[in-house]
């Protein structure tokens, strides 16, 4: 047994937390999903330029619109998303969230109009929005404790493995084929996402606490102790039916949702668009004139630096790996910085050099934890809501950043606007220094217990 100071005991035994096979394959079927959603990422890369050779798209304005879709379709999934998790739960919104994806896939995929490709596009987006949302929070509610920060980065793992697939395999299919084969992981989800249960927590608030058991067992194995862990969970839940966007005025909900809200926007403001926008332009300034070349080694180096994230997420906790890896990338915004202020051919390596620290440091920290922390943070009655107010913020300054990325460079110039990115990761680290507690290691329960001021945290 374990006890925080001035919080009740809580378990710690590892027999409470049972065999983690049935966990892994819990959060595999999972993370099919979220591989949609990487991919649908990676798409526009290779299939932009296709879609303007076969005359799809005419023109840069179609182009940008048909990759800002993806944007403003997430924008209203993510609140959705969080409405379905709290009203229908959150495996049948991962379930919603796979046949959307399908559904946008086929179209884009058997587009004969630039209509069909936007609506397509923005189904994805939208989908995607609802990801964001579902995903982080079931894993982090059938997760123990002890796993949680390695399973919820896994969620940023699969993203990123499917960009790389869409990388991969945008550099021997057309836009269409491409599409189709970016379907295979959302079919494969929604078969297999009828074999997982329910999270006990969603059935607890439910008071379906038969329910809920079975669930616990189905994910824990026949020989945990389920009926321990549920009850540990019942005390952590006040059980309120329902919930309003006044009680977003009390301190325990409050500050959570300041420091997730602030965490998703400093993710988007540490300028990691605008990064993978120059990439190509990068790569071909060092003498790589194939650009899907240049994409896929990026690509790898993303799912490369995530999986030591994955790997570290338990060890050195959240907080640490935020304010390490915002610090890498103030480094590497500096000399983003340096190498447009002294732009030029013999100047490519500091390009190069900076691109690879950037995207080591944004995998590192700020890529994985921002989700896995707006899935701890939130007690769950309160967390559909809050996680969707998240997953809202982040797109939205998505879209802010993305569609102000030229008004910043013809202000400030290409090395003015790194320096800028620089600056807001600079504030991203001061923040997290301040305000996010370390939830590495502690229950979900117990991180309630923090901002309600019943448990002390570090």
Not at 101 to 112: C, V
Not at 121 to 150: D, H
Not at 332 to 350: E, I, V
């Amino acid at each position: 047994m374990e006890s925080l100071e001035g919080g009740s005991p809580r378990l710690t035994n590892s027999k409470f937390e049972g065999s983690p096979s049935r966990l892994y394959l819990a959060v595999a079927i999972t993370c099919l999903v979220t591989l949609s959603f990487g991919f649908v990422i990676g798409y526009s890369s290779p299939a932009i330029p296709d879609l303007e050779k076969a005359g799809f798209l005419d023109g840069k304005s179609q182009s940008a619109w048909f990759g800002s879709l993806l944007t403003v379709g997430a924008i209203f999934g993510g609140p959705f998303a969080g409405f379905c998790i709290e009203r229908f739960g959150r495996k049948f919104t991962i379930t919603l969230s796979s046949v959307i994806f399908a559904t946008g896939g086929l179209i884009t995929a058997h587009a004969y109009s630039v209509t069909m490709l936007f609506v397509g596009r923005f189904l994805v987006g939208w989908a995607s929005g609802q990801t964001t949302v579902c995903a982080p929070v079931y894993i982090a509610e059938i997760a123990t404790k002890s796993l949680r920060g390695f399973l919820g980065s896994c969620v940023q793992l699969s993203i990123t493995i499917g960009i790389l697939m869409a990388y991969t395999c945008g550099m021997s299919l057309n836009w269409s084929n491409l599409s189709i084969v970016g379907t295979i992981p959302a079919f494969v989800a929604i078969m297999a996402m009828f074999f997982l249960p329910e999270t006990p927590r969603w059935l607890l608030m439910k008071n379906r606490r038969h329910e809920a058991l079975n669930a616990l067992s189905a994910i824990r194995g026949p020989h945990s102790a389920v009926e321990d862990e549920c009850r540990d969970i019942e005390e952590g839940l006040d059980n309120q039916e329902s919930f309003s966007f006044a009680e977003f005025q009390k301190p325990e909900l409050s500050r959570p949702l300041f420091i997730s809200l602030a965490i998703m926007a400093f993710q988007q403001f540490s300028g990691i668009n605008a990064v993978m926008f120059y990439t190509v332009s990068i790569f071909n300034s060092a003498g790589f004139k194939k650009s899907a070349e240049a994409t896929v080694i990026i690509g790898a180096v993303q799912v490369v630096a995530t999986a030591v994230a994955c790997v570290l997420m338990d060890r050195a906790g959240r907080r640490k790996l935020l304010i390490i890896a915002g610090s890498v990338m103030v480094f590497a915004c500096g000399l983003f910085g340096l190498y447009f202020m002294l732009s030029s051919q013999n100047m490519s390596w500091l390009a190069i050099t900076s691109l690879v620290i950037y995207i080591i440091g944004f995998s590192l920290g700020w890529g994985p934890i921002p989700m896995l922390v707006m899935s701890e943070i939130f007690p769950a009655r309160a967390r559909g809501t809050a996680s969707g107010l998240a997953a809202f913020t982040s797109w939205f300054t998505a879209f802010i950043v993305t569609k102000e990325f030229s008004f910043l460079n013809e202000l400030f110039g290409q090395a003015g606007t790194f320096w800028i990115f620089g600056a807001c990761c600079l504030f991203a680290v001061m923040f997290v220094n301040k305000h996010l507690p370390e939830t590495k290691g502690k229950s979900l329960e117990d991180i309630e217990l923090y901002f309600l001021g019943r448990s002390m945290m570090r």
